[in-house]
């Protein structure tokens, strides 16, 4: 058997891994189907437990700032524009590591380029999409992969890495029974619009009811020249579901025109939302999916990461940040256990678990809840917040969640590195 690990899917938890597993000195190849690279996406958020990742990758602040902001707020608001519930994020916590707000496109392209400089450019096979798997007698193991011009080939690893994203094939012949993708009502439309930022300049704003809303933050640090960033913005609805989602694909690119009505309304003397949906340059339509969580990530010498072993609602902000941090503890168990089946099992039996009950929290709307808690109680509509839900229960009703999501911040400061620095893994050769 060789010592090769072999990673399908090159996304962010693919490419964190793939550094990952270059850093402790594992060899690995990435096979991803699309046919190049592009910086696709909108925001998504790096949680501390994600940065801090990042940094032991040798990233610094000035690459995290190229790609986005660190994030100083996040905050719920009533639709008469009160608050609700809001906090300091990043090191403005009390967390030693910021919290970023990045464009995902660039921060993917950012992956690449890092992993490109280390490893070289043959280590991300582009066009190549992995279609199934043999588990060898040796131990060892077979990916199938089909390229874009229909010629099909195959490589033997030690292991493999199915890190190929919410329609994972890998998965799905891991669990051939799975139940299909689920929706429970929501659509979401996103864009970017470049527009002032408002309270801190870096806040996370979820404003509206849990069935109604519109969630912005800003994705790029302000113009020098005009003062306007980059603001990411999620318009979300839910509908009825009985009948399933009726369009042909999960993501479609939509004129605003099709969904700005649901906000025209929203129109205060800090805000206009209208205004901030028609300014966007181009806008995507995609229903809020996930999928069921399945007993076991694992398979003899295949494993599933990122969206692939959890795709879940975007709501707790924590899918991009766990895909990296999915690749740090499966570092960690081959650091512990070496390039076998044992650090798999390792980082099955650490993660599936927690993780699993996560999706299933995320689906109750994750730190959103206060949200169906205002709404339950006064409908959405109040003067003083205190006098719907106590400080103490909208305290604790986020630690909660934190805690669930592992960026609590006591716990994470005081945790030693996941992987130390200079820490190699034994290869199967050396086993
Ligand atoms: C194009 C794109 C845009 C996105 N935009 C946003 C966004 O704006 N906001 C947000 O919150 N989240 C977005 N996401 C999802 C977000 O990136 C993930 O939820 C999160 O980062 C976890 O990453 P992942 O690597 O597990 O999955 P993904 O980032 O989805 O990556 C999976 C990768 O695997 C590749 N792939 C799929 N099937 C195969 C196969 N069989 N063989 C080989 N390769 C395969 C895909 O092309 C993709 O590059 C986007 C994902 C993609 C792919």
């Given at each position: 058997?060789?010592?090769?690990?072999i990673?399908?899917?090159?996304?962010?938890?693919?490419?964190?891994?793939?550094?990952?597993?270059?850093q402790?000195?594992?060899?690995?190849?990435?096979?991803?189907?699309?046919?190049?690279m592009?910086p696709l996406?909108?925001?998504?958020?790096?949680?501390?437990?994600?940065?801090r990742?990042?940094?032991?990758?040798?990233?610094?602040?000035?690459?995290?700032?190229?790609?986005?902001?660190?994030?100083?707020?996040?905050?719920?608001?009533?639709?008469?524009?009160n608050?609700?519930?809001?906090?300091?994020?990043?090191?403005?916590?009390?967390y030693?590591?910021?919290?970023?707000?990045?464009?995902?496109g660039?921060?993917?392209?950012?992956l690449?380029?890092?992993?490109?400089?280390?490893?070289?450019?043959?280590?991300?096979?582009?066009?190549?999409?992995?279609?199934?798997?043999?588990k060898?007698?040796?131990?060892?193991?077979?990916?199938?992969?089909?390229?874009?011009d229909?010629?099909?080939?195959e490589?033997?690893?030690?292991?493999?890495?199915?890190?190929?994203?919410?329609?994972?094939?890998?998965?799905a012949?891991?669990?051939?029974?799975?139940?299909?993708?689920?929706?429970?009502?929501?659509?979401?439309?996103?864009?970017?619009?470049?527009?002032?930022?408002?309270?801190t300049?870096?806040?996370?704003?979820?404003?509206?009811?849990?069935r109604?809303?519109?969630?912005?933050?800003?994705?790029?640090h302000?113009?020098?020249?005009?003062g306007?960033?980059?603001?990411?913005?999620?318009?979300?609805?839910?509908?009825d579901?009985?009948?399933?989602?009726?369009?042909?694909?999960?993501?479609?690119?939509?004129?605003?025109?099709?969904?700005?009505?649901?906000?025209?309304?929203?129109?205060?003397?800090?805000?206009?939302?209208?205004?901030?949906?028609?300014?966007?340059?181009?806008?995507?339509?995609?229903?809020?999916?996930?999928?069921?969580?399945?007993?076991?990530w694992?398979?003899?010498?295949?494993?599933?990461?990122?969206?692939?072993?959890?795709?879940?609602?975007?709501?707790?902000?924590?899918?991009?940040?766990?895909?990296?941090?999915d690749?740090?503890?499966?570092?960690a168990?081959?650091?512990?256990h070496?390039?076998?089946?044992?650090?798999f099992?390792?980082y099955?039996?650490k993660?599936?678990?927690?993780?699993?009950?996560?999706?299933?929290?995320?689906?109750?709307?994750?730190?959103?809840?206060?949200?169906?808690?205002?709404?339950?109680?006064?409908?959405?509509?109040?003067?003083?917040?205190?006098?719907?839900i106590?400080?103490?229960?909208?305290?604790?009703?986020?630690?909660?969640?934190?805690?669930a999501a592992?960026?609590?911040?006591?716990?994470?400061?005081?945790?030693?590195?996941t992987?130390?620095?200079?820490?190699?893994?034994?290869?199967?050769?050396?086993?």
């Amino acid at each position: 058997m060789n010592d090769l690990v072999i990673i399908a899917g090159g996304g962010v938890g693919g490419l964190a891994t793939a550094l990952t597993l270059c850093q402790i000195g594992v060899p690995c190849i990435v096979y991803e189907a699309v046919r190049d690279m592009r910086p696709l996406g909108v925001g998504i958020n790096l949680q501390p437990n994600a940065v801090r990742e990042l940094y032991d990758l040798g990233f610094t602040q000035g690459d995290l700032d190229r790609v986005g902001l660190p994030a100083k707020e996040w905050a719920l608001v009533g639709l008469n524009g009160n608050d609700i519930y809001s906090e300091a994020r990043g090191l403005l916590a009390g967390y030693n590591w910021p919290q970023y707000a990045v464009h995902r496109g660039l921060f993917h392209m950012l992956l690449y380029e890092k992993l490109r400089e280390r490893m070289g450019p043959e280590v991300v096979r582009f066009g190549s999409r992995v279609t199934g798997y043999q588990k060898n007698s040796d131990g060892g193991v077979t990916a199938l992969i089909e390229h874009v011009d229909g010629s099909t080939s195959e490589t033997t690893g030690t292991l493999l890495i199915g890190a190929d994203g919410i329609h994972s094939a890998v998965r799905a012949q891991m669990h051939p029974a799975q139940p299909p993708i689920h929706w429970g009502g929501a659509v979401m439309w996103r864009g970017t619009t470049w527009a002032k930022p408002i309270r801190t300049g870096s806040s996370f704003v979820g404003l509206g009811t849990h069935r109604h809303r519109m969630v912005f933050y800003p994705i790029s640090h302000p113009d020098p020249q005009t003062g306007l960033s980059m603001i990411n913005w999620i318009a979300e609805v839910t509908m009825d579901n009985t009948d399933g989602w009726k369009q042909s694909g999960w993501f479609r690119q939509v004129g605003v025109d099709d969904f700005v009505h649901h906000f025209e309304e929203w129109i205060w003397d800090w805000l206009n939302v209208p205004a901030l949906i028609t300014q966007a340059a181009s806008a995507f339509e995609n229903p809020m999916i996930d999928r069921d969580p399945v007993p076991a990530w694992r398979d003899g010498p295949v494993v599933l990461l990122g969206d692939a072993a959890h795709a879940m609602y975007p709501t707790g902000s924590n899918g991009g940040s766990q895909a990296i941090v999915d690749g740090r503890i499966l570092g960690a168990a081959m650091v512990e256990h070496g390039v076998t089946q044992d650090a798999f099992a390792a980082y099955d039996a650490k993660l599936c678990g927690p993780i699993s009950q996560l999706i299933l929290r995320n689906r109750g709307a994750g730190p959103f809840g206060l949200l169906n808690l205002v709404d339950e109680r006064c409908g959405g509509t109040f003067d003083n917040i205190d006098d719907v839900i106590p400080v103490k229960e909208r305290t604790e009703f986020m630690a909660g969640y934190k805690a669930a999501a592992g960026f609590a911040v006591e716990n994470l400061n005081k945790a030693s590195p996941t992987i130390s620095n200079g820490s190699r893994a034994r290869t199967a050769r050396a086993n």
